[in-house]
Each structure stands twice: as structure tokens, then as C-alpha cells.
């Protein structure tokens, strides 16, 4: 498929079909994302992989999706047989940039204009969500709710170091509705970029 063309098909899918997603295609989607770029090179990412039907039963428990009261949203993610949970790693980022290329031997966060962890992360993200489309799958990104993710660093054994910063399900798409958001429309260009003065 040509970029282009993977760019205007991504979106957020949010209904799966149970089939499968095989082996290749997942390892793809996987390795692509570590492709992200990374502030010098830190890669301070993990990604948990969870395809079998108990572990992404105990991931939506653990997330609060058992309890939540059933709507269409939540069916229809529920269905999609592969999660993955991005996680940053700052202190990946704070042991980089105290070595000696880089010379903040304070690890000082206050140096940082923007936590690079989870922005790294988010790209890798994105990543994966294009190679999804590429392959021919849906994908969405979602949040797991601050309130759960003690819950699901217990649940997966996670260290207290890696930080969620959302999850993606991915699957075979089913039909499903359009998001009542994009009733908004996307913003054009010339509304959100601005050439050599605001």
C-alpha cells in the first residue's frame, strides 16, 4: 500500500471481528514501532503483547472494562484478539542523558521541556497504528484510566518504572459506526499551521 494511501485510511477502529491476527502481521506491527525516534537514542519503551484470549480477559478486568456497564464501544473492543500496551520508561531517559556524550549528570527532570518518554512512546505508537493499516487490520489507541493502572501493573507483573500510556487494540475490522466526534471535521492546513509568524 502507498503512504499516502496508509494515512488516509488510518483511523480509530472501534468493532472487531474475532478472527485472529496472525503471527507475521503482529511481528511487524511490533518491530515497526521500534523504528520510533527516540531522544539520544534512549528507546526507553516496552511494549506488552497480549493475544490470548485470558490474558486480554485479565487486561480488560484489570482496566475496569468487567465492571463498566455494557455499551456498544466496549463490545466492540473487547473483541479485538491483540492488545498492546505501549509503556515509557523515564529513567531510561534520565541514566541516557547522564552519560558522559550527554553530560546531565544531575538526571535533573526539570531539564526536560517535555516528557520525551511518553512522547517517544506515543511515536512508536503511531507506528504501529500505520503498520496496522498496512497490513489490512484496524487499530485503535485508547487510555487506561488512572484509577486501574495499579490494577494492571499487578495484573502483568509491570515494574513501577514503565508507565502506560495507553493501549492499542487490533484486529479485523467489523462494520461500526463513525465516531459522533467527527461530526467536528478535521481542521484544515491552513488552520493549524502558520508560516513564519503566528
Known sequence: MEFQDVVDRRRMVRNFTDQPVAAEPRDRILANALHAPSAGFSQGWAFLVLDSADDRQTFWAATGGEDAPANNWLTGMQRAPLVVVPMSNKEAYLDRYAEPDKGWVDRDEARWPVPYWDIDTGMASLLMLLTAVDEGLGACF?????????????????????????????????????????RRGRRGVDEVVHHGHW
Open 142 to 182: 485508547f487510555g487506561i484510566p488512572p484509577e486501574h493502572v495499579g490494577g494492571f501493573r499487578d495484573a502483568f507483573g509491570v515494574p513501577a518504572s514503565y508507565q502506560p500510556i495507553g493501549a492499542l487494540a487490533i484486529g479485523h475490522r467489523a462494520p461500526d459506526r463513525r465516531s459522533p466526534s467527527l
